[in-house]
């Protein structure tokens, strides 16, 4: 096929595409809104932009369209909820597993909702990483239903309709662009595949610094539990948020907050066996705490692998 009618295939093609968003924009909110915050990498903001630029046409209205977008992050948010409600913090490890964020995800979404509580949804979607699990520690911690969906049905009415805004504001710098991108045709798709590519690798190279970043000596918890019987009494610090400490903490732990981690006085001797735990995928917020002792001279210090799930799981004692 000659390289003119082929540029006129992929150019009807992306004529074709924008047609279905003028068409079928609403379903495609619905979905793409969906699927974002249940947690897959399809940010949902471009195409609220996109379709709040196309509403001059008068395809469909601007309530209905934010209606659309905050039912759609209401069902994925209420999911998570119960989900949370119903399997604990077993859902949380999960999130932080499969999702493209840091593993500190799940310690820094805790400090922010224990000092805000229900209201963090209010900007938790304008936070990377934090709607999903945001909303899973609501229903973990006994955040009620009422006041869950109310705050975030709020929160998600300023997300989408802020995004909506937008589009309409730049309504005609937008048109231009798509204009753009049609002309384009095969090469316009290339370029949006390319940026999405690029945003997902993005978030996965990150998250591979960071893992790569923690890698140090773990200790086990049999290994533990082994120096405890021995009479050997290493420094525990418990690194964990005061919502996850209702759990327990293992007998003789000290806790530092969120807040305390860069600036707690820790006191004990620096030739001292130091264990710091917590309760996130990889250890990851107790390597931070253990990676900031060994730069204040401290030499034995290591996470407890498996944090203090895998204590309790062990079947060891714990403190209340």
């Not at 990483?129 to 239903?145: H, P, V, Y």
């Not at 969906?149 to 989408?160: E, F, K, T």
């Not at 030499?299 to 403190?319: E, F, N, Q």
Request: hydrophobic content about 50%; overall charge positive; proline content about 4%.
């Amino acid at each position: 096929m000659p390289i003119w009618q082929s540029l006129t295939e992929a150019t009807k093609e992306m004529t074709y595409l924008f047609h279905l968003i003028e068409q079928y924009g609403l379903v495609i909110v619905f979905f793409n809104v969906l699927a974002e915050q249940l947690g897959a990498p399809v940010p949902a903001y471009p195409t609220l932009v996109i379709t709040g630029a196309l509403m001059h046409r008068g395809e469909y209205s601007a309530p209905v369209l934010l209606l659309t977008a905050v039912v759609a992050a209401l069902i994925a948010d209420f999911l998570w909820y119960m989900a949370g409600r119903r399997y604990g913090r077993k859902v949380l490890s999960t999130l932080c597993r499969i999702s493209l964020s840091p593993d500190s995800c799940v310690r820094q979404t805790e400090s922010i909702y224990s000092r805000w509580g229900a209201r963090s949804l209010l900007v938790a979607k304008f936070i990377p990483g934090f709607a999903s699990i945001a909303s899973a520690l609501a229903g973990t911690i006994g955040t009620s239903r009422t006041t869950f969906i109310l705050y975030d049905s709020i929160g998600a009415a300023l997300w989408a309709g802020l995004a909506i805004f937008l589009g309409s504001l730049f309504s005609t710098t937008i048109d231009d662009l798509l204009s753009v991108l049609t002309e384009l045709g095969q090469y316009g798709m290339m370029l949006v595949a390319a940026g999405f590519a690029i945003f997902v690798a993005s978030k996965w190279w990150q998250r591979r610094r960071f893992r790569m970043s923690l890698r140090m000596a773990r200790i086990s918890v049999a290994e533990l539990d082994q120096l405890f019987k021995q009479g050997i009494t290493p420094a525990i610090v418990d690194v964990r948020s005061p919502a996850s400490q209702q759990a327990g903490r293992i007998p003789g732990a000290r806790t530092i907050t969120h807040q305390e981690i860069n600036s707690f006085v820790f006191d004990a001797p620096v030739d001292q066996e130091v264990i710091v735990y917590c309760a996130c995928p990889n250890e990851a917020s107790a390597a931070l705490v253990a990676k900031q002792l060994m730069l204040r001279g401290y030499k034995k210090v290591r996470p407890l692998s498996g944090g203090i799930d895998a204590w309790i799981a062990a079947g060891y004692a714990i403190d209340s």
